[in-house]
């Protein structure tokens, strides 16, 4: 095994070698099943050298040799939470939102629909999703429960404070903008609040994926798993797809990333749409 520091990189403030890289790919991938490609090592050193910092870590090894003989040190999470790519934006992959208001629209008399945003990052696709759900019924109190969920914890805070730079919402139409969200004033004129409204249709909830057990209770008529399997291996991702399953409604649809395809081997669904999924033996159960 080479254990010389990893060539062909930059200078850096610390060491970080071939087995240091090795160690993180395997401990994030058994604590978050994420698959690190081998290109990634500039973006990991990036992100934990901070961690070391904040720690008083002078070596990765020690840093890391820490998190493995501490299973529950809170370290962890930030572990979890530095490494963990949170790229989104509002009404992404345009064409899931609107496939979802026809399916909202086939409600049946005094049900309530349920979602699940299982990739929550900062907010988002929640509030993307709490939107459609206005629109879609006309009313600020649609039939419509929304429970977002991410493994990384301080991007949920960042969602729960509904706060946004109006930089990220450029691509609002005024009429939208007036809508949903409340402009802030004088020092906070470059910032936008979510509606009330719309944060009370969604719930919060920190969940990481790889748990072996879920505390939801379903069945859920939609969730969305957008841009997140593209991190794990197959298999990791067979078991995430026979999770989601038995939480989903019989005529419930699952939607996933724009690169996403799950056309291989077994599994329990079928393509229905671009990039939406629905159950293949849903006559069946």
């Not at 050193?45 to 961690?51: F, G, I, P």
């Not at 929550?120 to 649609?142: I, K, R």
């Not at 995430?240 to 409604?249: G, M, N, S, W």
Request: charged share 25%; glycine share 4%.
């Amino acid at each position: 095994m080479n254990l010389d520091p990893v060539i062909d990189q930059p200078m850096r403030e610390y060491d970080f070698t071939n087995q240091d890289f090795a160690c993180v790919k395997r401990l994030i991938y058994q604590r978050a099943g994420i698959a690190l490609a081998p290109s990634r090592s500039n973006m990991v050193y990036t992100r934990l050298v901070r961690r070391l910092r904040e720690m008083g870590y002078s070596q990765f090894k020690d840093y890391l040799t820490m998190l493995e003989e501490n299973s529950d040190s809170v370290e962890w999470e930030n572990f979890i939470n530095a490494l963990t790519t949170n790229l989104t934006s509002f009404f992404r992959e345009a064409h899931h939102f609107e496939m979802l208001a026809e399916h909202l629209k086939r409600r049946k008399p005094g049900q309530t629909i349920k979602i699940w945003c299982s990739a929550s990052s900062t907010g988002e696709e929640p509030y993307s999703l709490a939107m459609t759900a206005v629109e879609a019924f006309d009313t600020y109190t649609p039939p419509v429960r929304i429970l977002a969920t991410d493994i990384d914890t301080n991007v949920l805070a960042t969602a729960q404070t509904g706060i946004y730079s109006m930089n990220q919402l450029e691509n609002f139409s005024d009429a939208r903008l007036k809508r949903f969200f409340l402009k802030g004033k004088g020092s906070n004129a470059a910032f936008a609040r979510i509606r009330p409204e719309l944060r009370n249709l969604v719930a919060f909830k920190q969940l990481n994926l790889l748990d072996r057990s879920w505390p939801l209770k379903g069945p859920f008529d939609a969730i969305f798993c957008r841009n997140v399997m593209i991190y794990f291996d197959k298999p990791t991702q067979h078991q995430l797809l026979d999770k989601f399953a038995p939480l989903l409604a019989t005529d419930g649809l699952l939607f996933v990333g724009h690169s996403e395809s799950f056309q291989y081997g077994e599994n329990p669904f079928k393509l229905l749409g671009k990039t939406v999924y629905e159950l293949i033996n849903k006559h069946s159960r």
